[in-house]
């Protein structure tokens, strides 16, 4: 039963791995391993929020195709960005050099750090504020109440309270039977 | 103020709505669509090529398009769209404009039936089988246009099916500026 059940598991996770594989021969395991990076790290021109690895768009597998060559013929990794680039824009690249058009894509977080920085802060103050308000100070009659009430209940939570107090209650009647 | 923080959910979900109407709007309306990307080949020279033309067979090189201000029409039998734009392409090259078709990721004797029934607009067609014009044309799918001037430089580049309104609106302009400065010279 058990071993149906990691079957079971094995074959939900097997819908999680990449749906395209193609079955590419490489010379060394250093260049599988760039073209792993490059299908990882490019995107799919067609379906735009997929990368290469994941996209079964025949344009995907061209791009893959073309990225195999070229690993093939020896192109070192800045002129295979650059031909891609060259061809489908800055817009292949999940992950843009910083330049004037994708500042905001480097910078928005940074922003929104400050900004949520910003908030916590205020927030914060505003708490610390409140809580040093002024209370007019209490009169020793007050005082006195509170520190009676704080020593009458034990750092005990409600329901035991209660228990408690019902044991005590039953011990009585039982005395009063007897 | 405390009273305004409460409605502060209310106002962001409104500028949402808004935003999100307006943009979807513009979608059903086909000013904005968000497969469209501009090219990397915009105002760079076109790619040279030399591919088989898929009626003669004879190799066809970047040479035929030399000095002319030409429509690199991308289309194939596959795709679905270039049905409907085949026609204006048709009325187009009865205008005078110098189409050249590719016929991308395609099977010639389709294409050639294509060709014998519906009409063949184009000065060539070339058979880019295995899709390396269209990838160096940094084409995404099927129909796509590109307007190239007589300097062979990318002016335009259209993703979808042509028709009269998008003519009149982008090529149209575009080409008239490039046929009176070609003129003028």
């Given amino acids: 039963m058990r071993r149906f059940i990691f079957l079971i598991f094995g074959l939900l996770l097997s819908a999680l791995a ?28 067609k379906c735009q929020n997929q990368n290469l690895a994941g ?43 910083f330049d004037k058009k994708t500042a905001i894509l ?64 039953g011990q009585e009647s039982g005395e009063q039977r007897s | 103020m405390q009273r305004f923080k409460l409605f502060i959910p209310l106002i962001v979900f409104a500028v949402l709505a808004i935003f999100f109407f307006v943009v979807q709007k513009q979608i059903g309306s086909g000013d904005y669509d968000p497969q469209n990307m501009p090219s990397a080949l915009l105002d760079k020279p076109a790619p040279t090529f ?41 009325t187009l090259a009865q205008q005078g404009v110098v189409i050249l078709g590719v016929d991308y990721k395609d099977e010639p004797d389709k294409a050639q039936a294509w060709l014998r029934e519906k009409g063949d607009p184009y000065i060539a067609v070339l058979d ?17 246009t590109y307007l190239v001037d007589s300097t062979g430089v990318v002016r335009l580049r259209y993703q979808g099916p042509l028709d009269e309104r998008v003519w009149k609106e982008t090529f149209q302009p575009l080409l008239t500026q490039l046929q009176n400065a070609k003129s003028g010279s």
């Avoid at chain 1, 040093?132 to 006195?144: G, I």
């Avoid at chain 2, 033309?53 to 289309?75: R, T």
């Fill in chain 2, 50 to 90: 030399s591919l088989p033309d898929v009626q003669s067979g004879k190799v066809v090189s970047s040479d035929l398009i030399k000095n002319k201000i030409v429509l690199i029409n991308v289309w194939a039998t596959w795709c679905p769209s270039c049905y409907f734009e085949h026609p204006y392409l048709l």
């Fill in chain 2, 128 to 144: 880019d089988r295995a899709g390396t014009l269209g990838l160096d044309l940094g084409v995404t799918g099927a129909p796509e």
């Fill in chain 1, 106 to 169: 480097w910078l928005a977080p940074l922003g929104f750090i400050v900004i949520g920085g910003a908030v916590l802060a205020v927030v914060i103050r505003r708490r610390a504020k409140l809580n040093t308000v002024d209370a007019p100070a209490l009169s020793p009659a007050e005082q006195q109440r509170i520190n009676a009430l704080l020593n009458e209940a034990p750092r005990a939570s409600g329901r035991k309270l209660a228990k408690n107090l019902g044991k005590e209650l």
């Fill in chain 1, 18 to 45: 990449h749906a395209a594989i193609d079955p590419y021969d490489f010379d060394t395991d250093a260049q599988r391993e760039r073209y792993r990076h490059f299908i990882e790290d490019m995107r799919c021109p």
């Fill in chain 1, 55 to 97: 996209s079964d768009a025949p344009i995907a597998q061209d791009l893959r195709h073309e990225l195999h060559r070229l690993l093939i013929e020896g192109k070192d990794d800045r002129q295979i960005v650059d031909y891609m680039v060259s061809r489908y824009g800055e817009f292949i690249l999940y992950n843009p050099p």
